[in-house]
């Protein structure tokens, strides 16, 4: 593992009454190496107002994002994807699959 890929994973505080009544976005992504990856494009998620959770798997390429689709919409998910590799050394890609 790469010293200098290391990213602090953030967490953020969500009543179960915002994770019930949320939407669900599932988002292919392409362009994570490793589990670093997963938790810098975790990370630029959680940090949109109106999402409320984010599971991210490396091995499926996948990204399930629980979001408020009256506060943000499917698109600027898949833009905050791509904002994930803003370092200069990663590059990042998303495409919906499926919004609920």
Do not use: F
Not at 74 to 90: E, I, T, Y
Request: charged share 25%.
């Amino acid at each position: 593992m790469d010293e200098n890929c290391y990213v602090e994973p953030i967490y953020k505080t969500t009543s179960m009454d915002q994770i019930q009544k949320s939407d669900i976005a599932t988002l292919a992504v392409w362009g994570m190496g490793c589990e670093n990856c997963v938790t810098r494009v975790r990370n630029s998620l959680l940090t949109l107002e109106g999402v409320y959770g984010v599971d991210v798997y490396l091995n499926m390429a996948v990204a399930e994002v629980r979001y408020d689709s009256k506060k943000i919409s499917p698109n600027k998910l898949v833009v905050a994807v791509s904002a994930a590799g803003n370092d200069g050394r990663h590059k990042y890609r998303a495409e919906l699959m499926a919004a609920e």
